[in-house]
């Protein structure tokens, strides 16, 4: 969208207020006017999506399995897949804004995928016809979700023995974080939550200890990213890969 759609994108961030009486209310609000420009924006903000997809797909099989994408908003997720989403038997793109699920209705649509369907669900609580899936995924969404340990209980629930997690997310280290993980200085650990917290994004020390508690690692890497318009400032993000 260029310059204009980051415009409307950093103006919905930083001066419209988000408003609702529920979370889900809060996400219509925060995206349903920059829903548009939401891929082109974040394609450049949120980086190590595509590596995250690329190592789910090739640490086990994921030939005829259940794939869930919770928050997956406007199903850009899906386009990682490559060739191998028509191997898969069901994806499903789990999000509480109806307006980004819209963009992902109409991705669904114009390419012709029959396997991949939308629910305007909460990730705490989402449960698939299916019941039990082989994969899920967290991209950037983990964030902005309040009780974000419950999305992480719910979604081992959810995994059949063996079943794989994949998250990719903004983060800060603990201040005395695990031994061989990157310890975050105060500036840091201090700046971000108070930056990201007025979009309802919540940075947290918490996630990366409490998923190698509840997963067994296959892949983990801490990693920093430019935001655009802002180069001079990196963010860490993670990727994390477990197993049930």
Do not use: C
């Amino acid at each position: 969208m260029g310059f204009f759609g980051d415009i409307r994108v950093i103006y919905n961030m930083v001066f419209r207020p988000v408003r609702g009486n529920s979370h889900a209310q809060r996400m219509d609000s925060f995206y349903k006017n920059q829903a548009k420009d939401y891929d082109d924006f974040r394609r450049r903000l949120l980086k190590g999506r595509e590596s995250l997809w690329q190592n789910m797909l090739t640490i086990e099989p994921y030939q005829n399995t259940i794939w869930m994408d919770m928050g997956g908003g406007t199903g850009s997720n899906l386009h990682f897949f490559g060739d191998a989403i028509d191997d898969i038997s069901k994806v499903y793109v789990v999000d509480l804004a109806g307006s980004l699920l819209e963009v992902a209705d109409n991705r669904i649509h114009d390419s012709g995928w029959k396997n991949v369907e939308t629910a305007e669900a909460d990730a705490t609580t989402f449960v698939p016809q299916e019941g039990a899936v082989d994969n899920i995924t967290f991209s950037y969404s983990l964030t902005m979700i309040p009780d974000w340990f419950a999305a992480i209980d719910h979604a081992w629930e959810l995994l059949k023995p063996d079943g794989k997690i994949g998250i990719v997310d903004f983060y800060l280290s603990r201040k005395f974080p695990a031994k061989n993980h990157v310890k975050h200085n105060w500036l840091k650990r201090t700046f971000w939550p108070a930056w990201f917290a007025y979009d309802n994004v919540f940075p947290s020390h918490d996630h990366v200890p409490y998923l190698h508690k509840k997963f067994k690692p296959l892949l983990f890497e801490e990693r920093q990213t430019k935001l655009p318009w802002f180069p001079f400032f990196k963010m860490p993000y993670y990727i994390f890969i477990g197993k049930k």
